[in-house]
């Protein structure tokens, strides 16, 4: 045995480091003479899996060691934990997303998901602190000290997310400089931050998961401007579908395999996979060990197998192009991310998407680490470069119910955060007094198909005629994700804010499953809207008719009321059926037969006197609801969200 002698400056200041914390495999970096590199382990891996295993012996092994353990004991031995951060316990997903035995939350406990491993229960915070207490220990051995630490996040990672990685990281007792966005980690490895101005798109194929960003760099800060993708979508299909035809080849029957049989298969396959990424053809001795004895597979087939799971990427990319108002030719670039993009098909691909030669020269599954610590040496005050800042963006809309159930949104999603936005609303009722705000976030028309945030009652306001409340509803969300919400009834001043975590919990699964149903149920949900938006106006058409006819006879001529009680009688057997468009035409015979008293009303002083405090709402109205509500002046809601 030879002792080697290292020599270092036990003076030097601890070094930074840059994180990855990914869904399969983890990895950590640091700048050694201004350039970032990966600090690998003595057998020179780089990728640590992102797997942790509980022995009997209340001893934890992370990474390759327990990745081999998972098939005999898959309980003790928590795979992809990424999928679990921040997760409620009683998230119906969570059960489906692993063998673990899942343990619910005592009375007063947190609802996090726990796993009972051996005699302990662990959450996913835990877990993932095993796995960077292991990465801090590589580190330790090649830096001797390690200052801080920018641990890597998706861009679609909401608050309760990003809480738990943080969390994760003090446990492991790592001081975290920031959380960055692995899109924005991939961006600084490839120095895209000098250009100072430019748009890209960040392709990331992992393991099981598939992430599109587009970022844009503004005056050297990059800004997320949307994000798509599928968490369902990785290297772990390809191998699958490989998997398929592996079986096929060695003419077996996926249906009748053992778990083993289909285990020994899939690492297989996944090895074919890899050798097709340099070579055109791989022949491979048959892993079920039955005849025939070799089997081989050819790059182009391969390139066959996985064109559905590309094609189910190009969709993904689209639709952020889209949200981004971003078209492809208007690109500066497109970065690869994720082990993944080392297939040539996958490349091959993402250039003809975008139509353009896309960056892939640094180690796509190493770029987001060495990106990260870019960015940690910026912050430990070592680098040169100005501190580059980070924006994320609001995943889902948000909004209030307002009348007949129908959401009025307020904040649009992928509205980049911090963002503030305020609408105006009055009363729909005569003496109503109080104000039931429902704050919901979602892409479907009807409250009730949008997810509950919050609800609370604004009180006190006094009795008022139905349209003179004017109440301001203001949305703010913070730089943490943190929504405020803000309600004030502009006469009274009588004013109410509650806080909501808008995301807490929703993944970017439930994220893609809302979008889909608002995709799937688009036009069933307008109908429905304009339905109960038609009876909401009739409703309101026949109150203030019937006050002004109550308030004002001596104006009538003669026939004047028959007509006007016969339009009203009209309407409210138009509200009884379904159809929004007679309830419309109704409205607008309404307002025929009415027009001439309206317009007595309004010449008579009373009329004058209320209209310069309904005047700005009437104006905002037209913008709103295109003229509907125009001609009768209390609208339900009454003005845009303004100050976006
Ligand atoms: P994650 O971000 O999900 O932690 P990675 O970026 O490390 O994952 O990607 C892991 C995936 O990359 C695995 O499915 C692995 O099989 C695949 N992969 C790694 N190297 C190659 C290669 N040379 N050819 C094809 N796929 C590869
Ligand atoms: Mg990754």
């Known amino acids: 045995m030879t002792q080697l002698l290292e020599i270092f400056d036990p003076k030097a200041p601890p070094r930074a480091i840059g994180i990855d914390l990914g869904t399969t495999n983890s990895l950590v970096a640091y700048v050694k003479n201004e350039r970032p590199v990966a600090i690998e382990d003595c057998d020179g891996r780089a990728l640590l899996p992102s797997a942790v295993h509980y022995g009997d012996r209340g001893d934890v092994v992370v990474g390759v060691d327990a990745l081999r353990r998972a098939a005999e004991s898959p309980r003790e031995t928590i795979v992809s934990v990424k999928r679990f951060m921040g997760r409620g316990a009683d998230d119906p997903e969570t059960k489906r997303m692993g063998p673990y035995a899942f343990v619910s939350p005592k009375e007063g406990e947190a609802n996090v998901v726990r796993f009972a491993v051996r005699d302990k229960v662990v959450t996913p915070v835990e877990v993932?602190?095993?796995?960077?207490?292991a990465l801090e220990r590589l580190a330790q051995d090649e830096l001797r000290s390690v200052g801080g630490a920018v641990i890597t996040v998706p861009a679609y990672f909401d608050d309760g997310q990003r809480q738990a990685t943080k969390d994760a990281g003090r446990l492991a007792g790592l001081e975290v400089l920031r959380l960055l966005n692995e899109p924005t980690a991939a961006a600084l490895a490839y120095g895209l931050e000098k250009k100072q101005n430019g748009r890209f798109?960040?392709?990331?194929?992992?393991?099981?998961?598939?992430?599109?960003?587009?970022?844009?760099?503004?005056?050297?800060?990059?800004?997320?401007k949307s994000t798509g993708g599928d968490s369902a979508l990785g290297g772990d299909d390809m191998d699958r579908a490989l998997a398929e035809e592996i079986f096929h080849l060695a003419k077996s029957d996926v249906a009748k395999a053992t778990p083993s049989e289909v285990r020994v298969v899939l690492d297989a396959a996944r090895e074919v996979k890899h050798g097709l990424t340099t070579a055109s053809e791989v022949r491979f001795d048959n892993p079920l060990g039955r005849d025939p004895a070799m089997l081989d597979v050819t790059r182009?087939?391969?390139?066959?197998?996985?064109?559905?799971?590309?094609?189910?990427?190009?969709?993904?990319?689209?639709?952020?192009?889209?949200?981004?108002?971003?078209?492809?030719?208007?690109?500066?670039?497109?970065?690869?991310?994720?082990?993944?993009?080392?297939?040539?098909?996958?490349?091959?691909?993402?250039?003809?998407?975008?139509?353009?030669?896309?960056?892939?020269?640094?180690?796509?599954?190493?770029?987001?680490?060495?990106?990260?610590?870019?960015?940690?040496?910026?912050?430990?005050?070592?680098?040169?470069?100005?501190?580059?800042?980070?924006?994320?963006?609001?995943?889902?809309?948000?909004?209030?119910?307002?009348?007949g159930g129908v959401v009025d949104r307020i904040l649009p999603r992928n509205t980049t955060i911090p963002a503030a936005a305020r609408a105006a609303y009055t009363t729909q009722e005569d003496e109503q007094t109080g104000f039931e705000i429902h704050v919901v976030q979602g892409e479907r028309e009807l409250a009730a198909d949008c997810r509950s945030l919050a609800k609370f009652t604004l009180r006190g306001i006094p009795k008022m005629s139905a349209g003179m409340a004017r109440l301001e509803v203001?949305?703010?969300?913070?730089?943490?994700?943190?929504?405020?919400?803000?309600?004030?009834?502009?006469?009274?001043?009588?004013?109410?804010?509650?806080?909501?975590?808008?995301?807490?919990?929703?993944?970017?699964?439930?994220?893609?499953?809302?979008?889909?149903?608002?995709?799937?149920?688009?036009e069933e949900d307008l109908a429905a809207r304009r339905l109960a938006e038609a009876r909401v106006e009739g409703h309101r058409v026949v109150g203030s008719t019937r006050k002004s006819l109550d308030a004002e006879p001596a104006l009538l001529v003669?026939?004047?009321?028959?007509?006007?009680?016969a339009a009203v009688a009209a309407l409210e057997a138009s509200m009884a059926g379904d159809d929004?468009?007679?309830?419309?035409?109704?409205?607008?015979?309404?307002?025929?037969?009415?027009?001439?008293?309206?317009?007595?009303?309004?010449?008579?002083a009373i009329a004058a006197a209320i209209e310069g405090q309904r005047l700005s709402v009437v104006e905002k109205t037209v913008e709103h609801a295109k003229g509907i509500e125009a001609a009768h002046g209390a609208p339900l809601p009454a003005a845009p969200p303004s100050s976006r």
């Not at 099981?208 to 844009?216: A, E, K, Q």
């Not at 892939?360 to 910026?378: F, S």
């Open 201 to 224: 798109a960040v392709y990331d194929l992992g393991g099981g998961t598939f992430d599109v960003t587009i970022l844009v760099l503004d005056d050297g800060v990059f800004q997320v």
């Open 300 to 403: 182009a087939r391969f390139d066959e197998l996985v064109r559905p799971l590309l094609e189910r990427t190009g969709r993904a990319c689209k639709r952020a192009l889209r949200d981004a108002g971003v078209a492809a030719e208007e690109l500066d670039g497109v970065i690869l991310v994720g082990g993944s993009t080392r297939v040539p098909a996958v490349r091959a691909y993402v250039k003809e998407l975008f139509g353009r030669e896309p960056l892939g020269d640094i180690d796509p599954d190493k770029v987001v680490a060495l990106g990260a610590a870019v960015q940690a040496n910026i912050l430990a005050g070592q680098g040169s470069a100005d501190e580059v800042l980070l924006l994320d963006v609001i995943p889902l809309s948000l909004g209030i119910e307002v009348g």
């Open 558 to 565: 003669a026939g004047e009321r028959e007509a006007i009680e």
């Open 128 to 133: 993932s602190a095993e796995i960077l207490r």
């Open 580 to 604: 929004p468009r007679k309830i419309q035409l109704r409205i607008e015979e309404l307002d025929e037969a009415s027009k001439a008293f309206a317009e007595r009303r309004m010449n008579h």
């Open 474 to 522: 203001t949305f703010r969300v913070d730089a943490d994700g943190l929504l405020g919400v803000h309600a004030r009834e502009e006469r009274t001043g009588i004013e109410q804010t509650v806080t909501v975590k808008p995301s807490y919990g929703l993944d970017d699964e439930t994220v893609e499953q809302m979008l889909l149903d608002a995709i799937d149920h688009g």
